[in-house]
T-cell receptor, first 114, second 116 residues
Framework: QKEVEQNSGPLSVPEGAIASLNCTYS??????FFWYRQYSGKSPELIMS????GDKEDGRFTAQLNKASQYVSLLIRDSQPSDSATYLC??????????????FGAGTRLFVKA | EAQVTQNPRYLITVTGKKLTVTCSQN?????MSWYRQDPGLGLRQIYY???????DKGDVPEGYKVSRKEKRNFPLILESPSPNQTSLYFC???????????????FGAGSRLTVL
């Protein structure tokens, strides 16, 4: 089982709709979770971080975390064509040496149709 | 401007010719990491470093070396490149620990490497 799993998509939604992106992770003690957006040919950039169970909202974006189910999601409300990108779920996993490493899912490609 | 700088951005080389991809950050971040990105496989971690002189293997370290002699620099070394190391490489950095914004990665612009 991969440490962080996402549906690769593509996910296609019409402009103005809600896009729902999902991610599951395998490490039960993970404490930090992130969503990054990557436009084609560009580097990833942070959209949301979430550290505790529940919802976290920032503008049109809502991250949801359920540690018991090892599940994190990203909702994009009022989707715009400019939201078309690959969305990467990332999880921090503790290491035996007391540090951490950030593991990414393979990403979900989102297309927002005008 | 706070940033992570990678060089070169593009490189075409031949099998076996040693090369180094440099990475430098100006944010005083403790944590630095190298990833490779391949179609359908997402970002896979090669090596990471929690601080100066502290490095550890990620998920795909074979064929790569790193060093962290200074806090700001984290070069990626390919001693004998092979065609399967053709990829897009990203360097990233972050604060470590529990401060606000910790563990949020800032990425470099990427280095596209082709090994013939």
């Amino acid at each position: 089982q991969k440490e962080v799993e996402q549906n690769s998509g593509p996910l296609s939604v019409p402009e103005g709709a809600i896009a729902s992106l999902n991610c599951t992770y395998s490490d039960r003690v993970s404490q930090s979770f992130f969503w990054y957006r990557q436009y084609s040919g560009k580097s990833p950039e942070l959209i949301m971080s979430i550290y505790s169970n529940g919802d976290k909202e920032d503008g049109r974006f809502t991250a949801q975390l359920n540690k018991a189910s090892q599940y994190v999601s990203l909702l994009i409300r009022d989707s715009q064509p400019s939201d078309s990108a690959t969305y990467l779920c990332a999880v921090n996993i503790g290491t035996d040496t007391g540090g951490f490493k950030t593991i990414f899912g393979a990403g979900t490609r989102l297309f927002v149709k005008a | 401007e706070a940033q992570v700088t990678q060089n070169p951005r593009y490189l075409i080389t031949v099998t076996g010719k040693k090369l180094t991809v440099t990475c430098s950050q100006n944010m005083n971040h403790e944590y630095m990491s190298w990833y490779r990105q391949d179609p359908g496989l997402g970002l896979r971690q090669i090596y990471y470093s929690m601080n100066v002189e502290v490095t550890d293997k990620g998920d795909v370290p074979e064929g790569y070396k790193v060093s962290r002699k200074e806090k700001r620099n984290f070069p990626l070394i390919l001693e004998s490149p092979s065609p399967n190391q053709t990829s897009l490489y990203f360097c990233a950095s972050s604060f470590a620990g529990r401060r606000s914004g910790a563990n949020v990665l800032t990425f470099g612009a990427g280095s596209r490497l082709t090994v013939l």
